[in-house]
């Protein structure tokens, strides 16, 4: 598996791996320029996210990064290059980050992001994008466009779904810095951590629990979640929900996991070192 994946996937910008339970690993690789967006960035994160979703051997995704900071947003570099950009080729380049934050938040696959440091702007939005986020005490965190005479506007909809509108518009239009236990009280981080190894053991325990669940229901779940979240409960929706629990019992993994359940054996899905 893990030879498959260097075959496929040898990026200039991120390191990617898969381990024997299926658990991928993607790794922003730029420590250098505190892993800052560009159009490489954009294209080799894109191009990872959609084909670890597609790889059905994959159950989980961790993204983590190199360095002191996990990402510093956009590499300043590349936004003085687009600023010289006709109104189409800025409009296309907005675009591709806003695909490359589209393919993250919607994989099929559970995401867990590990923060050890600064996340400012674009990095921002990768957390937001996560299923899970777990931050080191150490993090710091800010969108900080507006200083620049700029907005967060394409990962705008990623974090305010994260946050809400009331903490948005305060952050959006001060450029506040906040640490990990203010990120965690608006909910843009789930679990605050000491230090880089406390992340790994917190992400150990996150994906424990995913490898035990049936990875179709998983992908539905979070589908779910998608599709619901600031919905009226109106008749076609409970119709939906009530259709959408009828298809999981008659799957192949429903009836696994109630014969299981029945007669007291693991699930065909729970790994053997996981039992």
Not at 68 to 85: T, V
Not at 207 to 235: E, H, M, Y
Request: net charge negative; with cysteine.
């Amino acid at each position: 598996m893990r030879g498959k994946w260097e075959t496929l996937a040898m990026y200039e910008t991120i390191l990617s791996d898969i381990d024997s339970r299926g658990v991928a690993t993607v790794t922003l690789n730029r420590a250098e320029v505190h892993n800052a967006f560009d159009d490489q960035v954009i294209a080799d994160l894109t191009d990872a996210f959609r084909m670890l979703g597609a790889d059905g051997t994959v159950r989980a995704i961790l993204l983590k990064s190199t360095g002191k900071s996990f990402s510093a947003g956009a590499d300043l570099n590349w936004m003085q290059k687009a600023a010289g950009y006709t109104e189409e080729e800025n409009e296309a380049d907005a675009m591709r980050l806003s695909n490359m934050l589209q393919a993250l938040n919607s994989a099929p696959k559970p995401v867990i992001a590990l923060i050890q440091g600064a996340a400012f702007g674009g990095g921002v939005g990768l957390v937001a994008c996560a299923d899970i986020a777990i931050a080191a005490r150490r993090a710091k965190f800010a969108l900080t466009e507006v200083k620049l005479g700029l907005t967060p506007a394409t990962i705008s909809p990623f974090v305010i779904a994260a946050i809400g509108q009331r903490e948005a518009r305060r952050l959006f239009l001060t450029a506040s810095l906040f640490d990990a236990e203010e990120a965690g009280r608006i909910g843009l981080v789930h679990e605050v951590v000491e230090d880089d190894a406390a992340l790994q053991i917190r992400a150990e325990h996150y994906l424990k629990l995913i490898l035990s669940a049936a990875p179709g229901a998983v992908a539905d779940a979070k589908r779910l979640v998608a599709d619901f979240a600031n919905q009226s409960t109106t008749d076609d929706l409970r119709r939906d929900s009530a259709l959408r629990i009828a298809a999981r019992r008659a799957s192949a993994e429903g009836k696994e996991g109630l014969a299981a359940f029945f007669e007291k054996r693991d699930p065909s899905w729970k790994l053997d070192h996981d039992r």
